[in-house]
T-cell receptor, first 118, second 115 residues
Framework: EAQVTQNPRYLITVTGKKLTVTCSQN?????MSWYRQDPGLGLRQIYY???????DKGDVPEGYKVSRKEKRNFPLILESPSPNQTSLYFC?????????????????FGPGTRLTVL | AQSVTQPDIHITVSEGASLELRCNYS??????LFWYVQSPGQGLQLLLK??????LVQGIKGFEAEFKRSQSSFNLRKPSVHWSDAAEYFC?????????????FGTGTRLLVSP
């Protein structure tokens, strides 16, 4: 089954304790992305990756890191989490990297990771 | 930069009644528009998308949306709502000025279905 998986689904942590949220897709997609969802703000892009070893900032990258060492995986790293990073996080993937035609491709979303930073 | 506005935070509809969720976008060229649904505790599922051509787009679960350039709108409709349609709905746009690298989402509309 084609899917995007995220782990963990729920996480409660404390300020400053480094954490990683994993994301994996089995569709051989080139493009992957992380979003955070906050009430009243919708989803906002944190980082995206157009292929292995190619990553770039989205709209709200501060406090986050990513890596793309393999095509299927795109972990999100919070090196020193703070309470304002309490949010619902979604990983997404799609085929293609750039260009008008690829903009029409469907993004597939993972089930989300609910993070609470105390 | 493109943006999306969903003016209704919550909407309550009786089961069996018709539904229309509003979405307005701000974008200079022809946008690529999407509607996603998020059921409680779930990820986002694509309902339908519009790129060009026929302005009335059919999607899954009996949903449709109509692109109206003159009104900068892409409203989602369903003729008869089922209790299982209760969820949060997001309109989104992707465009050339971001290299098609991100979806810009509206703030969402939460649909409640009453018996």
């Amino acid at each position: 089954e084609a899917q995007v998986t995220q782990n963990p689904r729920y996480l409660i942590t404390v300020t400053g304790k480094k954490l990683t949220v994993t994301c994996s897709q089995n569709m051989n997609h080139e493009y992957m992305s992380w979003y955070r969802q906050d009430p009243g703000l919708g989803l906002r892009q944190i980082y995206y990756s157009m292929n292995v070893e190619v990553t770039d900032k989205g709209d709200v990258p501060e406090g986050y890191k990513v890596s793309r060492k393999e095509k299927r995986n795109f972990p999100l790293i919070l090196e020193s989490p703070s309470p304002n990073q309490t949010s619902l996080y979604f990983c997404a993937s799609r085929t293609g990297t750039s260009g008008r035609a690829r903009g029409t491709d469907t993004q597939y979303f993972g089930p989300g990771t609910r993070l609470t930073v105390l | 930069a493109q943006s999306v506005t969903q003016p209704d935070i919550h909407i309550t509809v009786s089961e069996g009644a018709s539904l229309e969720l509003r979405c307005n976008y701000s974008y200079g060229a022809t946008p690529y528009l999407f509607w996603y649904v998020q059921s409680p505790g779930q990820g986002l599922q694509l309902l339908l998308k519009y790129f060009s051509g026929d302005t009335l787009v059919q999607g899954i679960k009996g949903f449709e949306a109509e692109f109206k350039r003159s009104q900068s709108s892409f409203n989602l409709r369903k003729p008869s709502v089922h209790w299982s349609d209760a969820a949060e709905y997001f309109c989104a746009v992707v465009g050339w000025n971001t290299g098609f690298q991100k979806l810009v989402f509206g703030t969402g509309t939460r649909l409640l279905v009453s018996p």
